[in-house]
């Protein structure tokens, strides 16, 4: 099982600031594997990014995803009071269970 | 625009059977590139990916829940169901159903039912 583990934990920034999560996989991933969620109470989780760089419909050109193999990495360039939530790295590894990382909460400081 | 929707108890009793519906409207379950997935998240944790189901039938399930899990289609309702048997309360979360696509392009849940909360108790 591919384990990916999210730091921090939570950040605490103010609108404006730029946001850099971080997500770190078990074993080596080919980046078409890796996918960024955005996730707010009471709501169903929103696709951010795709295959490690690709952003999805919609979403604004603030959202950017990088890296490979092992360390990958979502930056918010400027926050927005919109931002604040929990954000989701998911990993399509050779083989099931497809793991979520445990999160990252970003909250306003 | 495609829309998925969850549905059914909300309320059950250890070793009772969870079973969920997922009615997906705006797109065909037997279309292709597309497999249809369950996620959960327990009150205070993160996502759990349950299993998914490709419109040829053929399923994947996570490990830890395979002994219990079901995941099955209806092509003539356009749904896809999820059966959870002998439930705990370690199974109380909110459930979601999602479209995962897969390709060239990548491999994500595109679009997400708006969860619903399945709790187990005595």
């Known amino acids: 099982e591919i384990v990916l583990t999210q730091s921090p934990g939570t950040l605490s920034l103010s609108p404006g600031e730029r946001a850099t999560l971080s997500c770190r996989a078990s074993?080596?991933?080919?980046?078409?594997?890796l996918d960024w969620y955005q996730h707010k109470v009471g709501q169903a989780p929103r696709l951010l990014i795709y295959?490690?760089?690709s952003r999805a419909t919609g979403i604004p050109d603030r959202f950017s995803g990088s890296g490979s193999g092992t360390d990958f990495t979502l930056t918010i360039s400027r926050l927005e009071p919109e931002d604040f939530a929990v954000y989701y790295c998911?990993?399509?590894?050779?083989?099931?269970?497809?793991?979520f990382g445990q999160g990252t909460k970003l909250e306003i400081k | 625009q495609v829309q998925l929707q969850e549905s059914g108890p909300g309320l059950l009793k250890p070793s009772q059977t969870l079973s969920l519906t997922c009615t997906v409207s705006?797109?065909?379950?037997?279309?292709?590139?597309?497999?249809w997935s369950w996620i959960r998240q327990p009150a205070g944790k993160g996502l759990e990916w349950i299993g998914r189901?490709?419109?040829?039938?053929?399923?994947n399930y996570n490990p830890s829940l395979k002994s219990r899990v079901t995941i099955s289609l209806d092509t003539s309702k356009n749904q896809f169901s999820l059966n959870l048997r002998s439930v705990t309360a370690a199974d109380t979360a909110v459930y979601y159903c999602?479209?995962?696509?897969?390709?060239?392009?990548?491999?994500?849940?595109?679009?997400w039912g708006q969860g619903t909360l399945v709790t187990v108790s005595s």
């Open positions: 999602a479209r995962q696509h897969y390709g060239d392009s990548g491999y994500y849940l595109d679009y």
């Open positions: 705006g797109d065909s379950i037997t279309s292709g590139s597309y497999y």
């Open positions: 189901i490709y419109t040829s039938g053929s399923t």
């Open positions: 074993q080596s991933l080919s980046s078409i594997f």
């Open positions: 295959a490690a760089s």
């Open positions: 998911q990993q399509y590894g050779s083989s099931p269970p497809f793991t």
